[in-house]
């Protein structure tokens, strides 16, 4: 099903503001959906409304990051369009409105990092937190390089958006060419599970148990990914479980030897 169908309009972003809540109302008009209902002075995100939310977040950010060199070139809008066709997979009417609100974000007056802290404030589940960071990885490499003013929001905005600053090293061992997350240093694969190498393994385990839990793609659709994002789920699974493995194996080897 399409994530248009949630039906989300103007009136929820006039119940919890900022650069979320303005492009959520330029992006969606007139309508009013049910994803969000009023909880005292604040707003509770139902799954619709966290889907929307999600969907505005992302495209925003991908259009502050398209833009962090200053200007917005030809290649990175083909770059753009080609990972909502083809990573995404989202139909002709999905790739209209996620241009429309990347358009949208490319002229208000918000930063990457506002949509990021906004996002961090809205969403509490971190596995969702760190697939808006995923994406916005993806889209900085999808020309096989990480430029110099990417590689500055992509170290600074883990802090925007909740998640530790270690989660740049693993996510450019999994996405950047000199290493793929199979084959990255051990560092980083303590990274990707939050831990350090003086871990017990049995902490290990229980790191993997937790972050597994938060990525399962079950769990991920739950909390308002939708299906069009789920692969991303599904990436960051295996990129836990390899890193798991890989630190037990590496242990292993040390004992017998």
């Known amino acids: ?120 404030q809205l969403v509490r589940n971190q596995a969702m937190r760190e697939m808006v960071y995923r994406l916005l990885f993806a889209v900085a490499y999808a020309d096989g390089e990480l430029h110099a003013a990417e590689e500055d929001i992509l170290r600074r905005i883990p802090g925007y ?30 990274a990707v599970l939050g831990c350090s190498p003086d871990a017990s393994d049995r902490d290990l385990k229980l790191a993997y148990r937790r972050k597994a839990a938060e990525f399962h793609p079950d769990k991920i659709a739950s909390k308002g990914l939708p299906e069009e994002f789920m692969r991303y789920a599904e990436d960051q699974m295996k990129s836990v479980t390899v890193a798991y493995d890989t630190i037990m194996e590496a242990r292993k080897s040390r004992a017998v030897s």
């Not at 919890?16 to 303005?22: E, K, Q």
């Not at 030809?74 to 429309?100: M, P, T, V, Y």
């Not at 270690?166 to 084959?183: D, H, L």
């Open 161 to 190: 958006l909740g998640l530790h600053a270690s989660i740049f090293a693993a996510m450019q061992g999994e996405f950047g060419r000199r290493a793929p997350a199979a084959s990255g240093s051990l560092e980083q694969h303590y």
């Open 1 to 120: 099903m399409s994530w248009l169908g949630a039906g989300i309009g103007a009136g929820i972003g006039l119940m919890f503001g900022g650069p979320i809540g303005a492009a959520l109302g330029a992006w969606v008009g007139s309508s009013f959906g049910s994803g969000l209902k009023r909880v005292g002075n604040g707003a509770a995100l139902g799954r619709d409304g966290a889907q929307a939310v999600f969907i505005v977040t992302v495209f925003s950010m991908l259009a502050k990051m398209a833009k962090a060199d200053g200007q917005v070139s030809r290649a990175e809008i083909d770059l753009i369009e080609e990972f909502i066709s083809k990573n995404l997979r989202l139909n002709a009417e999905d790739r209209k409105q996620a241009i429309k609100i990347f358009q949208n974000a490319k002229s208000d007056g918000y930063s990457i990092y506002d949509y990021a802290q906004q996002y961090q």
